[in-house]
């Protein structure tokens, strides 16, 4: 089937960075227009916007990550789930989280200031080779560790994580294991059991194809309950869907994630987050993920080798998503990445490499013309 009809037309341009912000899908768009429509008159706006709204979001990302509907909260971001991680484990100072180096920074923004406060100690996860495997982690895990912050799929390098065996050693330890699904959730088939980790985070502005300040926050059931009481949303209360009636104390929240929510939860973003969700449920993640594989082997089959170096695993299984390469040097990356902005293809420069993320619009046109510049 021919996606390219479900996006807006790129003119002359060629969009290869997904992993920076992924478009809005026709519907998407049209959904925000009429959300807009409702704040100009709100009246029109549906009584269950409140509520519904959230709940039907929470199941379609519930349906993406094969989770429960109770256990994903709703947030502004990835960062937001890791905040909640952070202030609702009942830290010793002994405590040790693992960060890989050269990380997402908001794995360091969220836990260095708790450092500095002497709650946890944090230890950096250094590569052995190249790439960064679960080896490394494993290497690095000790009796103090107490969590595992990690990306599933590196944003720098695209290094896709096997996290089923450092899962398996938290579980044995008593640690606990957080996941950043940002790079890869809504282009990649995932099911948070078999990934067993405790937690996933994730923003919805890239491969969930949502507007920038949206995103979830996953905890596995019985996380939830082991974590120390947070402030909350007052929508987690029981009974706040009645507006009639708000004497709702005691103010403990209802089981499940719904607490972690972002406040305003149900904002005009959302709505168009639900009509994105809802077009990768009907196109299929699997489709998402069978394409982008079949574009990037064909880049990597067409790239001038005497120019420009793969900077991703050469094994398409230990890729996410997309695949970054570089020039031959620093000074060449930028001039390379310059030159494909001046022609009006888009990628982004990380890390001295160049990251090319296509999607469902993405033609072997596409390809062709990215590779037409590098070869240039």
Same mark, same amino acid.
């Given at each position: 089937?021919?996606?390219?009809?479900?996006?807006?037309?790129?003119?002359?341009?060629?969009?290869?960075?997904?992993? /920076?912000?992924?478009?809005? &899908? @026709?519907?998407? %768009?049209? =959904?925000? !227009?009429?959300?807009?429509? *409702?704040?100009?008159?709100?009246?029109?706006?549906?009584?269950?916007?409140?509520?519904?709204?959230?709940?039907?979001?929470?199941?379609?990302?519930?349906?993406?990550?094969?989770?429960?509907?109770?256990?994903?909260?709703?947030?502004?971001?990835?960062?937001?789930?890791?905040?909640?991680?952070?202030?609702?484990?009942?830290?010793?100072?002994?405590?040790?989280?693992?960060?890989?180096?050269?990380?997402?920074?908001?794995?360091?923004?969220?836990?260095?200031?708790?450092?500095?406060?002497?709650?946890?100690?944090?230890?950096?996860?250094?590569?052995?080779?190249?790439?960064?495997?679960?080896?490394?982690?494993?290497?690095?895990?000790?009796?103090?560790?107490?969590?595992?912050?990690?990306?599933?799929?590196?944003?720098?390098? /695209?290094?896709?994580?096997? &996290? @089923?065996?450092? %899962?398996? =050693?938290? !579980?044995?330890?008593?640690? *606990?294991?957080?996941?950043?699904?940002?790079?890869?959730?809504?282009?990649?088939?995932?099911?948070?059991?078999?990934?067993?980790?405790?937690?996933?985070?994730?923003?919805?502005?890239?491969?969930?194809?949502?507007?920038?300040?949206?995103?979830?926050?996953?905890?596995?059931?019985?996380?939830?309950?082991?974590?120390?009481?947070?402030?909350?949303?007052?929508?987690?209360?029981?009974?706040?869907?009645?507006?009639?009636?708000?004497?709702?104390?005691?103010?403990?929240?209802?089981?499940?994630?719904?607490?972690?929510?972002?406040?305003?939860?149900?904002?005009?973003?959302?709505?168009?987050?639900?009509?994105?969700?809802?077009?990768?449920?009907?196109?299929?993640?699997?489709?998402?993920?069978?394409?982008?594989?079949?574009?990037?082997?064909?880049?990597?089959? @067409?790239?001038?080798?005497?120019?420009?170096?793969?900077?991703?695993?050469?094994?398409?299984?230990?890729?996410?998503?997309?695949?970054?390469?570089?020039?031959?040097?620093?000074?060449?990356?930028?001039?390379?990445?310059?030159?494909?902005?001046?022609?009006?293809?888009?990628?982004?420069?990380?890390?001295?490499?160049?990251?090319?993320?296509?999607?469902?619009?993405?033609?072997?046109?596409?390809?062709?013309?990215?590779?037409?510049?590098?070869?240039?």
């Amino acid at each position: 089937m021919d996606y390219q009809n479900e996006f807006s037309e790129f003119g002359n341009v060629t969009y290869l960075d997904v992993a /920076a912000q992924g478009p809005l &899908p @026709r519907a998407s %768009a049209q =959904a925000l !227009r009429k959300a807009i429509e *409702w704040k100009e008159q709100p009246q029109r706006m549906p009584a269950d916007i409140y509520f519904g709204l959230p709940d039907r979001v929470r199941g379609h990302l519930a349906r993406i990550i094969g989770a429960k509907p109770s256990e994903i909260a709703v947030t502004t971001g990835a960062t937001t789930g890791l905040a909640a991680i952070a202030w609702g484990v009942d830290w010793k100072s002994e405590d040790e989280v693992l960060i890989a180096e050269r990380e997402f920074p908001a794995h360091f923004t969220v836990f260095a200031p708790l450092v500095e406060r002497g709650m946890l100690r944090l230890r950096t996860v250094r590569p052995r080779g190249r790439f960064l495997d679960a080896e490394d982690y494993l290497a690095a895990m000790g009796p103090r560790t107490r969590l595992v912050s990690a990306s599933l799929v590196r944003f720098h390098d /695209a290094t896709r994580l096997d &996290p @089923r065996p450092i %899962a398996e =050693a938290c !579980r044995a330890s008593g640690a *606990w294991l957080a996941l950043d699904a940002s790079q890869c959730v809504g282009a990649m088939p995932l099911d948070v059991r078999e990934l067993g980790a405790d937690f996933l985070v994730a923003s919805g502005y890239k491969w969930l194809l949502g507007p920038y300040g949206t995103g979830f926050f996953w905890a596995r059931e019985e996380r939830i309950a082991e974590m120390r009481p947070a402030p909350f949303y007052w929508t987690a209360l029981p009974g706040a869907h009645v507006f009639d009636s708000l004497d709702l104390s005691p103010y403990r929240p209802e089981p499940g994630a719904r607490r972690w929510d972002a406040p305003e939860t149900a904002s005009l973003h959302l709505v168009a987050l639900e009509a994105s969700l809802e077009f990768l449920l009907r196109a299929g993640v699997e489709t998402v993920w069978q394409h982008n594989r079949e574009r990037i082997r064909h880049l990597l089959e @067409r790239i001038p080798r005497d120019r420009v170096l793969l900077s991703s695993p050469a094994e398409e299984d230990r890729r996410g998503p997309y695949v970054c390469v570089a020039g031959r040097s620093p000074e060449k990356t930028r001039e390379l990445h310059e030159k494909l902005r001046a022609a009006e293809v888009i990628v982004s420069l990380r890390e001295n490499a160049l990251r090319v993320a296509p999607h469902l619009f993405t033609t072997p046109s596409g390809i062709e013309r990215f590779i037409a510049v590098l070869t240039a």
